[in-house]
Nanobody, 116 residues
Framework: QVQVVESGGGLVQPGGSLRLSCAASGSNFNIITMGWHRQAPGKQRELVAAITGGGTTNYADSVKGRFTISRDNAKNTVHLQMNSLKPEDTAVYYC??????????WGQGTQVTVSS
């Protein structure tokens, strides 16, 4: 059974930093894409950043230059380093894992709140 577990959310002041981590387990198949989405109250879930197994990254325009996604293929983990955080970054952040065989899985979400 596939498990996707996130960690690292919390409360931070504007301009601060947080690092989110996500670990996937329970499948022997390769992971194609790992990524982070977020959903703010009253808004649709949106892509924040994604990374392929080869290291190709994709970022939402709103986070380019501030967020960095990275992954460890050997450990099936993905991280999101978030710098220069803004109040509009406040949301529940969800980890997404896409396997080459077996489908796509979401984590349970971790709250990020940017407030003074």
């Amino acid at each position: 059974q596939v498990q996707v577990v996130e960690s690292g959310g919390g409360l931070v002041q504007p301009g601060g930093s947080l690092r989110l981590s996500c670990a996937a387990s329970g499948s022997n198949f390769n992971i194609i894409t790992m990524g982070w989405h977020r959903q703010a109250p009253g808004k649709q879930r949106e892509l924040v950043a994604a990374i392929t197994g080869g290291g190709t990254t994709n970022y939402a325009d709103s986070v380019k230059g501030r967020f960095t996604i990275s992954r460890d293929n050997a450990k099936n983990t993905v991280h999101l380093q978030m710098n220069s955080l803004k109040p509009e970054d406040t949301a529940v952040y969800y980890c997404l894992i896409q396997y080459i065989i077996g489908g796509t899985y979401w984590g349970q979400g971790t709250q990020v709140t940017v407030s003074s």
